[in-house]
Every structure is written in structure tokens, then in C-alpha cells.
């Protein structure tokens, strides 16, 4: 009764993470490779020009659309954080 009285803590827990802390969820729940693939998408865009952003937006649809390199570069680093 305990086992899961403490589970369903749990993914009340880990549920709440995905919406309020995405990159931690993603941290805690994806393998390394996806964690990987994520961190070298958020590299690779951070370091395009303006130009090279408008030529590859269909490549990084996710983050063309937030507009917004600062988030961006926040959810990286909170994706690094997370994996420390």
C-alpha cells in the first residue's frame, strides 16, 4: 500500500516537472543520446547568423519558432544543469 501511496507521489512529482521544468524532466527522463542530439541542436543554432537562421529554420522548426535566442540559450543551460 505504501509502494503506492509513494508512486503516485511520484509521477504527481515528475508530471509537474514536465510542465513547469521541461529541461530537467528531459534530463531525468530521456536517454544520453537524446539528451546529446538536444544539446548539440541548441549549439548549432546559437551560432548561426541571422542569415543562416532564416536558410535552416525548417531544420530547427522548434526554435525558430520561439524567436527568442535567450530562451534558447536558457534551456540549455538548464538541460546542462540538470545532467550535472
Known amino acids: ?5 509513494i508512486e503516485a507521489i511520484m509521477e504527481k512529482v515528475i508530471d ?4 513547469d ?3 530537467k524532466w528531459q534530463a ?3 536517454d544520453m543520446d537524446i539528451n546529446y542530439e538536444s544539446l548539440k ?3 548549432t543554432w ?10 535552416f529554420a525548417e531544420d530547427y522548426p522548434e526554435f525558430e519558432w520561439l524567436h527568442d535566442d535567450m530562451l534558447v540559450m536558457e ?3 538548464e538541460l546542462l544543469s540538470a545532467l550535472n
Open 46 to 55: 546559437l551560432t548561426f547568423t541571422p542569415i543562416e537562421k532564416e536558410i
Open 16 to 19: 509537474r516537472m514536465m510542465w
Open 21 to 23: 521544468e521541461p529541461m
Open 28 to 30: 531525468l527522463t530521456c
Open 75 to 77: 534551456m540549455q543551460h
Open 1 to 5: 500500500m505504501e509502494n503506492l501511496k
Open 41 to 43: 541542436a541548441f549549439r
